[in-house]
């Protein structure tokens, strides 16, 4: 049977709508952003995803954080109070934030905009040895569009498991950016995730791409809630 992954996005805007439905501390932490939009536009639709599908009242919804490294509950993955079961993730760039929502399954999604992709450097800091061939060849928006797609796979997967940039994504493969996602190896010391299944993500802004990662073997059927 496959886990249903309730995905929504929201093109970043200012919103005063938005604001109104954080808590103290999340407009707080907005407050101390240079650009706060991006992470008010998420952290919004993180409390209406949740509140649609939980039919409970966004502002009301509560979270709690725990860093899979070193336990805290200052910092990491977070996750909502009096909603067992159910997991989220969010990520957001300058422009675009995307929700993931599932239910007895950890989650974690992963958006990048194209032109983040464009660094020098990108192959070592991300990519095992034998993951570049399937980069040779590519150039200009095709190359930013294959690096974009495997570096969401990627982070998906490290937010799946909570452990983030903690570790390298060059130790975690995933196949190439023109085959089907699925993560090919777990090289970090870190303990290897029993499952990861992943599929790519086509946000309808389209110089993104972005990517979700569920801990299961279950094939992922993903809801975008486009009616
Ligand atoms: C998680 C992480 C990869 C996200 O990086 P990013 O690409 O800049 O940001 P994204 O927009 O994709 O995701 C940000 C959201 O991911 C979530 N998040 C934070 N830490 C997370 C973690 N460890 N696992 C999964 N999700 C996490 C939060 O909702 C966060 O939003 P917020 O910062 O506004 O609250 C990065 O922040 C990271 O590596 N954190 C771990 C750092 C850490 O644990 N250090 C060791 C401390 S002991």
């Known amino acids: 049977m496959s886990l249903s992954v309730f995905v929504r996005e929201a093109r970043v805007s200012e919103s005063s709508a938005d604001l109104t439905v954080l808590d103290a501390s999340e407009r707080a932490r907005a407050e101390r952003k240079r650009d706060s939009t991006p992470f008010v536009t998420g952290h919004a639709l993180v409390r209406r995803s949740l509140g649609e599908l939980l039919d409970r009242d966004p502002a009301e919804l509560a979270f709690v954080r725990r860093c899979a490294t070193c336990g805290s509950e200052q910092h990491g993955?977070?996750?909502?109070?009096?909603?067992?079961?159910?997991?989220?993730?969010?990520?957001?760039?300058?422009?675009?934030?995307?929700?993931?929502?599932?239910?007895?399954?950890?989650?974690?999604?992963?958006?990048?905009?194209?032109?983040?992709?464009?660094?020098?450097?990108?192959?070592?800091?991300?990519?095992?040895?034998?993951?570049?061939?399937?980069?040779?060849?590519?150039?200009?928006?095709?190359?930013?569009?294959?690096?974009?797609?495997?570096?969401?796979?990627?982070?998906?997967?490290?937010?799946?498991?909570?452990?983030?940039?903690?570790?390298?994504?060059?130790?975690?493969?995933?196949?190439?950016?023109?085959?089907p996602p699925t993560m090919v190896d777990w090289r970090a010391e870190e303990p290897r995730p029993p499952f990861a299944t992943l599929a790519d993500l086509e946000p309808e802004a389209q110089d993104h791409r972005a990517a979700v990662a569920a801990l299961t073997d279950r094939p992922l059927r993903i809801d975008l809630g486009r009616g």
């Open 77 to 179: 993955k977070p996750s909502p109070i009096d909603a067992p079961g159910w997991f989220f993730s969010l990520s957001y760039t300058a422009n675009l934030a995307i929700v993931a929502v599932t239910e007895g399954v950890d989650v974690g999604v992963d958006v990048e905009e194209l032109d983040d992709a464009g660094f020098e450097g990108f192959a070592p800091a991300t990519l095992a040895p034998e993951e570049v061939p399937a980069f040779d060849g590519l150039s200009g928006h095709e190359l930013l569009v294959a690096r974009a797609r495997v570096w969401a796979r990627k982070e998906a997967i490290l937010k799946a498991t909570g452990h983030g940039l903690v570790v390298d994504p060059a130790e975690v493969l995933v196949s190439g950016p023109s085959q």
